[in-house]
Structures are given as C-alpha cells and as structure tokens.
C-alpha cells in the first residue's frame, strides 16, 4: 500500500527527458520495494521444493529443487494436514457467513432504525475498537471456558461474529447506499422489518458485504492467536496452529513446514487476485461521491 | 371507494407542533392538493395517512374506519416518492409488481396488472430495465405505475414533479391530472408550486405552521383568499400588499391608496391588489412610481417598482408593449379591477 504514496513529483523547466528520468527512477524504488515484499513468498515457495540440509546450504538455494513430493509426505505423516486445512476452511466460512448476517443485520439498524439509546449503543460498538486486541485474550479463553468451547471449533467462529468494524463499515455502506424513502417504500409496499432487510437493504449491500466476507475470510484463515488460546488437540487445529506444531527446537522440518505454509498461502492467494478490486473498491465507497 | 376523513389529527416532534389539530374530509374520487412553504406540514401530513408517521392525537378514517395503527400496506394508500424511490436493484416489471408479491398475488396474474398499469403509463417497452438506465421523466411513470399496481383506494404524492425539468413537469402535470380522470381514485397531492396546485387541484388546503390556512376550489382561493397568508403563497408575482396611510405617509402612498378607496372599505388596515390589476400609464398620469427591475418575457413583462412611502417593491405585470421599459425608466401607476382588503389581524374584509 506504502508505495501509492510514490507519485513522480512535477518537474518544472526540464522538459520531457527530465520528466522520463523522475517517472522510471521512481519506478525503480517501487520496483525494489515490491521485491523486498515478495521475498519471503518466493523463498517459502522454493524452500518447499527442497530438503532440510539443502535450505541451510549457504547460500540458500534460490531455484526450485526436487523435493516437493518428500516435503508433502512429511508434512502429511506429521500431521492430520487434510483435516486441519478442512477446518481452517470450515471456520474460516462459517466467520464469515456469520460476520456478514450480524454486522450487515447491525449496520442496517444503525444506519436507517430510529429507535432509543442509538447514539449510545453506537458508541459502545465503536469503542470496543479502541481495546487492544491482547487485551482481550485472557477474558476470552476465561468465557469460552464457560462455556464448555474449548477445543471446540464455534470458540473460534461465534465471538468475532458481530466485530466492531464489521458493524461500522455496514452501517457506513448502508447510510449512503440505501435511502430512507426505500425503506418507506418497501413498508408501504407490504414489507414487513425482515422483508425490508433481506429483499431491499441486503441486495444494496452486496459490494460493501463482499469487501467484509474477503477481509473476514482472510482474518479467520490467519487467525493463530485464538486458536492458540482455545484449541487443544492437533486434530482440531486449524492450519496455522497445526503448521506450528512443525516447529520445535531441534528438529524442525522446514521443507515441509514451508510446504504447509505455501498450500495454505495459495487459497488467498487466488481470492485476492479475483477480488482485489472489489475489496479496494468496497474501502474506499462513499469516501468521495 | 377512497375517502379520507381528519379529526383533530395532532403530531408533534419533541416539544414542536408540526400539525396543530387539523379537520379534514377529502371526498372520494378527489384531487386535494396541500401547499404551502417548507416546514408547514404539509409533506408530515401526507406521511401521517401514509402510515410512515405516528399520529399523536384525533383520528384519521379511511372509508369511514379508524385507521391510525393500521400498518402501512393495509391502508389502501400507496405512494409516489419525490426521488422516486424506485428499488435499484430490480427492473421496472419487479419494481411495479412487488407490492403484489409481497401480497402473494401469483406470477400470471402480477405480470398481467403489471402490463396494464405500464401501457397507461406508456412505458410497456420499459419492463425489463433497471432504473439506472431510465431518464428522470420515466423514472417518475415507474414510480407512479407501481402505485397504479396496488390500486389503492387513495394515491399519495409527495412533491413527485420536483425533481423533473421545467418542460417535462409540464407534461407529467397534464399526465397525472388524465390519470386521475381515467382513474377516478382518490389522490392527495402535496407541493409548493402553486402552478401544480392551481391546475391539478380539485381543491386546495393552503398549509401554514401545522394549521390549513384555508381549504377550497382553487380560483376561490386565488379570488377569495381568507387571509393576507393565502393571497400572498396563491399568484406569481406576489400580490402587493400595501399598508393604510398613516399620518406621516409620503403624498404617493396617499395618491396610491386614494386610487383603491372606491372599493376599499374603510376598515381596511392592508390592501391586496394582484399584480396583473396594475397597470402602467406614462409618467405624469396615475401615482409616481421608478421601474427598479423589468422582466420582459415575451408575451408579459413584470415591473417590479418603487413606490416612494411604501417599503415593498410593487410587482405589476403587464402586457408586451411595455416591453421597452427598462430599470431606472419614471412611470405612472394605475390600479384596477378587484382588490383585496384585509383588517389589522390579517384577515379578509368581505365586501
């Protein structure tokens, strides 16, 4: 994102040259910082395809070798990999249908609902952001004990289900994108609170719950913190946590492990490239009409 | 059947009065128009029978039934939005038969009453799209096609040609007054352009700060106002209004009000003298008076004049041949034809 802030600056009194100069020298810097960002993909892409012993050659080896098959095998001996990225998949849809029913349910009602204490309730959503997010981790696993959820893969769906932001970016989306008298229109046409929300309000959202279902979606799939707290046994991790578990002080397989993170770097890999647009397109509506 | 009785109806927001107890019968088959400036009701009141306000107090009856908790849909009223408000993300044919679907009317029978309304409308080859790609004038005839659908018993529009071009109100004004002959159904119209009041009303209830100033045909109105309030909001240019003299008054303001004594009773605290009734004679003749602004629009033109004494400019309008005045030109006034008389509490003086 930092390198949208690189715009060749106007050069006064030195004509087109002088302009091409500014423009590919600052094609260059962005150029180099992308490399830099890119990096560590391509390292874990590569380091998959090769052994323990070759990753530790100096230098590393920078081209793809021939271990990919024995890497997977690892990773697959090691750990339940099918049934931990199953419910990294689970979990991570199951946030995200639910993010999308509650916050865009709780943006509608903020945006167009009239109804007491609105301002208040508001608030109280909007400062639970303020809460660093670590603050949250004891109080968290203290609740899902409670309740009986540990180990339990609704521990790491239901609790973020109504997010601050979630909420905030809905009713943002919702008080501009739909217009009271559609609201009225739709109750005079015979419509009662539901059948304003689900046939009227929710299609006029579609853009801004695609931006929320990607970021819920991307959020969960990463998410490493919470399933450390709650979740207990390997074969309910989900990815992240089971690809950590490869880790250990002596002997970590890295071509292996670098294997697990590049199949579960490839899933959002692909989503972003589908919907990149519309993600970027989602953040910034309403930002100028 | 279509018809709308107000008792006493009340609504406050916080500790405002926005409509302070009105009584009104609206007959079946009616055209009754509200105006009046921003903020005098008007629009509250027509939400208030639509159901999309509370009514605080009194009684509103349609068809003789109390229908002040009654849900929105179940009124037999249905609605046409200043911005159309027409569903964005469904065509013109789902836009126009929702109402029925939400009513559980069946697929063959919606699209037939859908296809009817829209060849009242004309707009029969306008079903498939999106209102996106429809101009202002048929968005509005999507609008009021979708109202059609429902066949209310009472039609509500809330100020619908506002968002229109001058030419295509014009055509929509006539539109909707062929509507309501063909139709025959109630409709209550609320606007503030007296042009759309004076010509499409069966009758008018002039609003003012929650109240109706005055309810009635609309050239008894324009003829007969019952207060300086109504002569003033009825007639472009406004009607001048023009105090007695007192006894420091300037001679042109003596000359002026001398001119109306013959039917000026001598009660009268204010005249009202409508600007087609001046008329402009050459300098020297009838009262001084200084043209400040002329509006030559072809077939009249509109003075607006200084009078010495009186604080107001005069709005006289008058026919093409003064079409040479220009600001700053020195004339004679002359008033004719009827005028207005109103006592000291701004209320009309019958003759």
Same mark, same amino acid.
């Given at each position: 994102?930092?390198?949208?802030?690189?715009?060749p600056?106007?050069?006064?009194?030195?004509?087109?040259?002088?302009?091409?100069?500014?423009?590919?020298?600052?094609?260059?810097?962005?150029?180099?910082?992308?490399?830099?960002?890119l990096?560590?993909?391509?390292?874990?892409?590569?380091f998959?395809?090769h052994?323990?012993?070759?990753?530790?050659?100096?230098?590393?080896?920078?081209w793809?070798?021939?271990?990919?098959?024995?890497?997977?095998?690892?990773?697959? &001996?090691?750990?339940?990999?099918?049934?931990?990225?199953?419910?990294?998949?689970?979990?991570?849809?199951?946030a995200?249908a639910?993010?999308?029913?509650?916050?865009s349910?709780?943006?509608?009602?903020?945006?167009?609902? &009239?109804?007491?204490?609105?301002?208040?309730?508001?608030?109280?959503?909007?400062?639970t952001?303020?809460?660093?997010?670590?603050?949250?981790?004891?109080?968290?696993?203290?609740?899902?004990d409670?309740l009986?959820?540990?180990d339990?893969?609704?521990?790491?769906y239901?609790?973020?289900?109504?997010?601050?932001?979630?909420?905030?970016?809905?009713?943002?989306?919702?008080?501009?994108?739909?217009?009271? &008298?559609?609201? &009225?229109?739709?109750?005079?046409?015979?419509?009662?609170?539901?059948?304003?929300?689900?046939?009227?309000?929710?299609?006029?959202?579609?853009?801004?719950?695609?931006?929320?279902?990607?970021?819920?979606?991307?959020?969960?799939?990463?998410?490493?913190?919470?399933?450390?707290?709650?979740?207990?046994?390997?074969?309910?991790?989900?990815?992240?946590?089971a690809?950590?578990?490869?880790?250990?002080?002596?002997?970590?397989?890295?071509?292996a492990?670098?294997?697990?993170?590049?199949?579960?770097?490839?899933?959002?890999?692909?989503?972003f490239?589908?919907?990149?647009?519309?993600?970027?397109?989602?953040l910034?509506?309403?930002a100028?009409? | 059947?279509?018809?709308?009785?107000?008792?006493?109806?009340?609504?406050?927001?916080?500790?405002?009065?926005?409509?302070?107890?009105i009584?009104?019968?609206?007959?079946d088959?009616? %055209?009754?128009?509200?105006?009046?400036?921003?903020?005098?009701?008007?629009?509250?009141?027509?939400?208030?029978?639509?159901?999309? *306000?509370?009514?605080?107090?009194?009684?509103?009856?349609?068809?003789g039934?109390? !229908?002040?908790?009654?849900?929105?849909?179940?009124?037999g009223?249905?609605?046409?939005?200043?911005?159309?408000?027409?569903y964005?993300?469904?065509?013109?044919?789902?836009?126009?038969?929702? !109402?029925?679907?939400?009513?559980g009317?069946?697929?063959?029978?919606?699209? *037939?009453?859908?296809?009817?309304?829209?060849?009242?409308?004309?707009?029969?080859?306008?079903l498939?799209? @999106?209102?996106k790609?429809?101009?202002?004038?048929?968005?509005?005839?999507?609008?009021?096609?979708?109202?059609i659908?429902?066949?209310?018993?009472?039609?509500?529009?809330? *100020?619908p040609?506002?968002?229109l071009?001058?030419?295509?109100?014009?055509?929509?004004?006539?539109?909707?007054?062929?509507l309501?002959?063909?139709?025959? @159904? @109630?409709?209550?119209?609320?606007t503030?352009?007296?042009v759309?009041?004076?010509?499409?009303?069966?009758?008018?209830?002039? %609003?003012?700060?929650?109240?109706?100033?005055?309810?009635g045909?609309?050239?008894?109105?324009?003829?007969?106002?019952?207060?300086?309030?109504?002569?003033?909001?009825?007639?472009a240019?406004?009607?001048?209004?023009v105090?007695?003299?007192?006894?420091?008054a300037?001679?042109?303001?003596?000359? %002026?009000?001398?001119?109306?004594?013959p039917?000026?009773?001598?009660?009268?605290?204010?005249a009202?003298?409508r600007?087609?009734?001046?008329?402009?004679v !050459?300098?020297?003749?009838?009262?001084?008076?200084?043209?400040?602004?002329?509006?030559?629009?072809?077939?009249?033109s509109?003075l607006?004049?200084r009078?010495?004494?009186?604080a107001?400019?005069?709005?006289?309008?008058?026919?093409?041949?003064?079409?040479?005045?220009?600001?700053?030109?020195?004339?004679g006034?002359?008033?004719?034809?009827?005028?207005?008389? %109103?006592?000291?509490?701004?209320?009309?003086?019958?003759?």
């Amino acid at each position: 994102m930092s390198v949208a802030a690189i715009t060749p600056a106007p050069v006064i009194g030195h004509g087109a040259a002088g302009a091409r100069t500014v423009r590919w020298s600052a094609y260059l810097i962005v150029g180099i910082g992308a490399l830099f960002m890119l990096a560590p993909f391509w390292f874990m892409f590569v380091f998959a395809t090769h052994s323990r012993g070759e990753i530790f050659n100096l230098p590393p080896p920078l081209w793809f070798g021939s271990d990919l098959a024995h890497n997977f095998q690892l990773l697959t &001996e090691r750990l339940p990999f099918w049934r931990n990225l199953g419910w990294s998949i689970y979990v991570a849809l199951m946030a995200t249908a639910l993010t999308l029913l509650f916050c865009s349910m709780a943006g509608y009602a903020f945006a167009l609902m &009239e109804f007491r204490f609105k301002k208040a309730l508001f608030g109280i959503v909007m400062a639970t952001m303020l809460l660093p997010s670590f603050m949250n981790m004891i109080p968290m696993f203290m609740i899902m004990d409670a309740l009986g959820w540990i180990d339990q893969q609704r521990a790491l769906y239901v609790p973020g289900a109504a997010s601050a932001f979630g909420i905030f970016l809905m009713r943002q989306f919702a008080s501009t994108a739909v217009p009271r &008298e559609l609201v &009225e229109a739709a109750r005079m046409d015979g419509c009662g609170e539901f059948d304003i929300y689900w046939r009227i309000v929710l299609p006029l959202m579609k853009p801004a719950l695609g931006t929320l279902a990607l970021i819920t979606f991307i959020t969960s799939w990463n998410n490493f913190i919470n399933p450390l707290i709650v979740m207990r046994s390997l074969p309910n991790y989900t990815l992240p946590l089971a690809l950590r578990s490869l880790q250990s002080t002596m002997n970590t397989e890295w071509g292996a492990l670098m294997c697990g993170s590049a199949i579960a770097t490839i899933p959002l890999i692909v989503l972003f490239a589908i919907t990149s647009r519309q993600l970027i397109a989602g953040l910034t509506a309403g930002a100028v009409k | 059947m279509g018809r709308v009785s107000l008792r006493n109806v009340r609504k406050s927001f916080g500790t405002t009065d926005v409509i302070k107890g009105i009584d009104l019968e609206i007959e079946d088959g009616e %055209f009754m128009v509200f105006v009046g400036p921003s903020g005098c009701g008007k629009s509250t009141m027509l939400r208030m029978i639509a159901g999309l *306000e509370s009514i605080d107090g009194g009684d509103l009856l349609i068809d003789g039934k109390r !229908a002040n908790d009654v849900r929105p849909a179940d009124r037999g009223a249905a609605m046409v939005f200043q911005n159309y408000a027409l569903y964005p993300h469904m065509t013109v044919a789902e836009n126009m038969g929702f !109402a029925l679907k939400m009513a559980g009317v069946g697929r063959a029978a919606r699209d *037939e009453q859908v296809r009817r309304a829209a060849d009242v409308l004309r707009i029969g080859d306008l079903l498939g799209r @999106t209102p996106k790609e429809l101009s202002g004038g048929q968005r509005q005839r999507v609008a009021i096609g979708r109202a059609i659908v429902r066949k209310p018993r009472v039609f509500l529009f809330d *100020e619908p040609l506002s968002n229109l071009d001058a030419a295509l109100r014009v055509d929509m004004r006539i539109e909707l007054s062929r509507l309501h002959r063909e139709l025959g @159904t @109630t409709m209550v119209y609320v606007t503030h352009d007296q042009v759309e009041a004076m010509t499409m009303g069966t009758r008018i209830a002039v %609003f003012n700060r929650g109240n109706i100033e005055q309810l009635g045909a609309p050239l008894s109105l324009y003829n007969e106002p019952a207060n300086e309030f109504v002569a003033g909001f009825l007639g472009a240019p406004r009607v001048n209004l023009v105090d007695v003299p007192g006894p420091e008054a300037t001679p042109a303001l003596r000359a %002026f009000w001398s001119m109306l004594l013959p039917v000026v009773p001598a009660q009268a605290r204010r005249a009202g003298v409508r600007a087609e009734h001046l008329r402009v004679v !050459a300098s020297g003749a009838g009262v001084p008076a200084t043209v400040v602004m002329a509006e030559h629009l072809g077939d009249v033109s509109v003075l607006h004049l200084r009078v010495d004494g009186i604080a107001d400019l005069l709005h006289a309008k008058v026919d093409a041949s003064h079409a040479h005045l220009v600001a700053g030109a020195s004339v004679g006034l002359v008033a004719g034809g009827s005028v207005l008389a %109103f006592d000291g509490t701004g209320q009309r003086i019958e003759r």
